[in-house]
């Protein structure tokens, strides 16, 4: 009702300002065509003869003067606007003919209103006298008689206004004439607080505040001048007249409202006092209280038989309280999970942190161009920095590689393509105190707060790579005399001989220092290794310069010579006979000690290095009984003797493949214990062969010539189905011991060698989990990523992983940590005198503890003593195997009960 009578109001609002717009132009027509009619009127007077005839008549007789009724003066011009004549008696000034009328005015009648003074009506009427001349008379009238003539014909107030162009708002015009002066003035002064007189030129405004409508247009359109008509209509009764319908009929809405919310409230009364109930139930839900919202809404149940809206609200809202009660009760219990999940990752922060911080590791987290973003303790240590996150710290001050060109940063970069790349590599780590340590660096990228981020683990390895280098070095040379060891030696003289056996005579020298073990016993370990190194000294300074030498046993010395062919020289012309003899001093004793030697050349009947010294050492032999003490050059017949030392190994490997044929190879098994539960863990498996005379032939006699035959992987093959054979009767007499299989190189490069593997597994019925298969060192390092695939594959399966003679080629503990590998396995050679030389217990402890710092057992061979025993239990090593323990022995003879003795 409210909006109907607004909208009434504004109709009857908008109706009259259309109507009082109407009444305005319809004013302004009526003022210009009594203006019109008014000048119509002064030109009929311009006819009388009394005013077109004064000119010629005389001026001075009284009778000569025209009297015009409401005229005020008359003045006659000529043509060209000078006065001629004035009426006598007039009551205003003529005017003057204005300059942009003049020409006009020669051939028109004009009229128009001038306020100079005050306001008249002047009319400038060309006409010609009885003589025919022709001037212009200026008929001047006051213009009140059309001011008020108008006002009493319309009724409506008018005024003569001069309003400059610079006139603006709040600056009344200027007011000329009005029909009533000082109301007019007044009702001027308070339009212009609100318009701009200016902007309504020819328009019509309306001003509510004081009930007034006006309308602004010019008064003369013939002149550029600032004169104006308003004319002012008073509306105040038509505004009361709207109030009034407005009042009446906002008085009947309210009325009739007032009826109809009495009958609505009549009516929904109940209904309105049980919703009321119901706003009473809501206030009760934000705060839990759902049981006793349920008892308030029973309350308000109502009769089947008269539902209405407010049971479907109870319904609905007893529905939206069961909902939020089980909402109530989720949110409850997620509440009570965040907070232990909350609990749990400010404990696993503080865990992550104090991890992060105890970690001998050196953790930081930077962007692609290196700075760094987050660091832990041991990275802040080595790099001097103070916090865990540092402003402007960069990685690329601290990690470079000396032997790039761009930083680290640049070379890391391709890690960003993807989440997850990862890169390893050593970089130098160059700490704030000035050290350079070697680091081992694990690089691999993240996202960190939706920014992939490089995750930098580093290690450092400088003790490890010192430790490395020394025991590589080891691994090459002779621990007493610096020498080259057996296997160095081989290996730089086979790659000698392959460069240079067709420009160079080449020889080899072997020297064994006679009675060497009596030696020992007579004077001690100590004066035998000073008896080696200094003699090796003396065979350096006696040979050229350019000469490989090695120590190849224990008191036996080899050197490889070599001439030019073209030179025609030999050995023989270096006079190598004082070799001989060697005078050995030990504090106050001085001893001559005597050595056998043989002098060999190298020819292309041989097969390598190998074959040459194993020919010599059979020369030495028949030197050690015939010509002790003395140097022997070797002969044709030497030659011939070779030739059947060959013939000896043909025979060998005939009866090798017979043995392989007629299942004449036997297992021996060697116990390995566990120091800490004092029980055998696992046996070793040693192969034997029976000759034709049923003797065992031991497998140093055999295994060479198996591998220079190509018969290893058989005789392999062989020895693991026996293994696996015996592991399955233990099985399955509930015996857990486990069983060691060593496999060989040749074997291991086999491309079925898994399938035949797990064909094997399959037919015997072993168990795999009690398998462990012995790879020697060298022979893994050897084809890497055979290895590398076969050792998984083994773990796969179940079975176990063990590095047999471990040391002998020193291979560095980096690809023991690639490999995956149960048990290091240390040679004899390291053990055999642990309890007599320092240097090897200080070696062996070393291997131990890098064992273990990459997770890996160990088991130590050739423990023949007590004293050895005691010196690697104290180490820390896991297993021991020896004769101290057990001889290798047939299974019919081997007894898994062992234990040590305490």
């Not at 072997?510 to 016993?521: K, V």
Request: net charge negative; charged share 25%.
């Amino acid at each position: 009702m409210g909006a109907r009578g607004y909208y009434t109001y504004t109709q009857i609002s908008a109706h009259n300002h259309e109507t009082i717009h109407n009444d305005l132009l319809q004013l302004e027509n009526t003022f210009r065509a009594f203006i019109r009619h008014s000048n119509n009127e002064v030109f009929r007077l311009a006819n009388n003869p009394a005013v077109s005839n004064f000119l010629n008549a005389d001026q001075n007789s009284p009778n000569s003067m025209p009297r015009l009724v409401n005229l005020d003066s008359v003045a006659y011009y000529s043509p060209d606007g000078h006065v001629l004549a004035i009426t006598e008696g007039a009551n205003s000034a003529p005017g003057t003919i204005p300059k942009n009328l003049k020409d006009h005015v020669s051939s028109a009648p004009i009229s128009f209103i001038d306020c100079d003074t005050s306001c008249y009506q002047r009319a400038y009427i060309p006409i010609k006298d009885s003589l025919e001349q022709t001037y212009v008379v200026n008929l001047n009238r006051s213009a009140e008689y059309l001011i008020k003539g108008f006002a009493e014909i319309s009724g409506a107030e008018i005024a003569i206004i001069s309003m400059a162009d610079s006139q603006k708002l709040s600056t009344a015009p200027t007011l000329l004439l009005a029909s009533h002066s000082d109301k007019t003035q007044d009702i001027l002064r308070k339009l212009a607080a609100n318009i701009d007189f200016t902007d309504y030129i020819n328009k019509g405004f309306f001003d509510e505040s004081s009930s007034h409508s006006a309308r602004v247009f010019p008064l003369n359109t013939n002149l550029d001048d600032h004169l104006y008509a308003l004319i002012l209509l008073d509306h105040a009764k038509v505004y009361e007249r709207d109030f009034q319908s407005v009042k009446d009929i906002f008085l009947t809405s309210l009325i009739t409202l007032a009826i109809i919310l009495g009958l609505i409230t009549l009516i929904l009364r109940p209904s309105l006092k049980r919703l009321s109930e119901l706003t009473k139930v809501l206030p009760l839900l934000p705060h839990g209280r759902f049981n006793e919202a349920r008892q308030s809404l029973k309350k308000l149940d109502s009769t089947p038989r008269w539902n209405d809206e407010i049971d479907v609200l109870v319904t609905t809202l007893g529905k939206m309280i069961d909902s939020l009660d089980s909402m109530d009760q989720i949110v409850n219990d997620h509440k009570n999970e965040l907070a232990q999940k909350i609990e749990a990752l400010t404990e696993a922060k503080i865990f992550n942190e104090t991890l992060l911080d105890s970690s001998p590791l050196a953790i930081l987290i930077h962007d692609v161009n290196g700075n760094i973003s987050n660091i832990n303790k041991l990275g802040r240590q080595l790099t001097g920095l103070k916090e865990q996150s540092p402003p402007s710290a960069n990685i690329n001050t601290w990690i470079r590689d000396g032997h790039q060109n761009k930083s680290l940063s640049i070379s890391l970069r391709p890690l960003l393509n993807r989440e997850g790349n990862k890169t390893q590599g050593e970089t130098t780590f160059y700490t704030a105190d000035g050290r350079k340590l070697d680091f081992l660096w694990t690089h691999s990228s993240l996202q960190v707060g939706g920014e992939l981020k490089i995750l930098s683990l580093g290690i450092d390895v400088t003790e490890r790579r010192e430790a490395t280098e020394s025991l590589r070095w080891l691994g090459q040379h002779d621990r007493v005399t610096g020498l080259l060891n057996r296997s160095s030696f081989t290996e730089d003289a086979n790659n000698y001989i392959s460069k240079n056996q067709t420009r160079s005579l080449i020889e080899l020298l072997m020297l064994d220092i006679d009675d060497f073990a009596t030696f020992n016993d007579r004077h001690g370990f100590d004066a035998g290794d000073k008896l080696l190194n200094d003699f090796a000294a003396h065979l350096y300074t006696s040979l050229p310069p350019d000469t490989l030498i090695s120590r190849t046993g224990s008191g036996e010395f080899c050197a490889l010579i070599h001439h030019d062919k073209a030179s025609k020289a030999s050995t023989k012309d270096l006079c190598l006979d004082h070799l001989t003899r060697f005078t050995f001093r030990f504090g106050d004793e001085e001893e001559e000690v005597c050595l056998s030697g043989v002098v060999d050349s190298y020819h292309d009947g041989l097969s390598g290095i190998d074959e040459l010294i194993s020919n010599t050492t059979s020369t030495m032999l028949r030197v050690k009984n015939k010509l002790r003490g003395h140097l022997f050059y070797a002969s044709d017949d030497d030659a011939e003797t070779s030739r059947s030392s060959r013939h000896q190994k043909y025979q060998m490997k005939e009866q090798l493949v017979s043995a392989l044929n007629e299942n004449r190879l036997v297992l021996f098994y060697q116990p390995i214990l566990n120091l800490s539960s004092n029980r055998i863990s696992h046996c070793e498996c040693l192969v034997r062969m029976l000759d034709d005379e049923g003797q065992f032939i031991a497998p140093a006699k055999f295994l060479g010539i198996a591998s220079e035959s190509g018969l290893l992987p058989k005789l392999d093959y062989s020895v693991i189905e026996k293994a696996m054979r015996q592991q399955s009767l233990w099985e399955e007499s509930g015996i857990t011991t486990g069983l060691s299989i060593n496999v060989t190189a040749p074997t291991l490069e086999q491309a079925d060698f898994k399938q035949r593997i797990e064909e094997l597994i399959h037919l015997t019925g072993a168990n795999p989990h009690r398998l462990i298969f012995e790879i020697v060192e060298t022979d893994a390092i050897s084809n890497l990523a055979v290895t590398h695939d076969l050792l998984h594959h083994f773990k796969s399966i179940g079975a176990k992983i063990a590095f047999d003679d471990f040391g002998i080629g020193f291979t560095s503990f980096e690809y023991v940590r690639e490999l995956p590998v149960d048990y290091i396995k240390i040679d004899q050679s390291f053990i055999r005198f642990i309890h007599e030389r320092e240097q090897d217990r200080v070696l062996v402890k070393s291997m131990v503890e890098m064992s273990h710092s990459l997770g890996k057992k160990v088991i130590v061979e050739g423990v023949e003593n007590r004293a050895a025993l005691d010196i690697v239990r104290d180490i820390g090593v896991e297993y021991i195997q020896g004769y101290y323990i057990c001889r290798p022995m047939p299974i019919s003879a081997l007894d898994l009960s062992l234990h040590l003795r305490k």
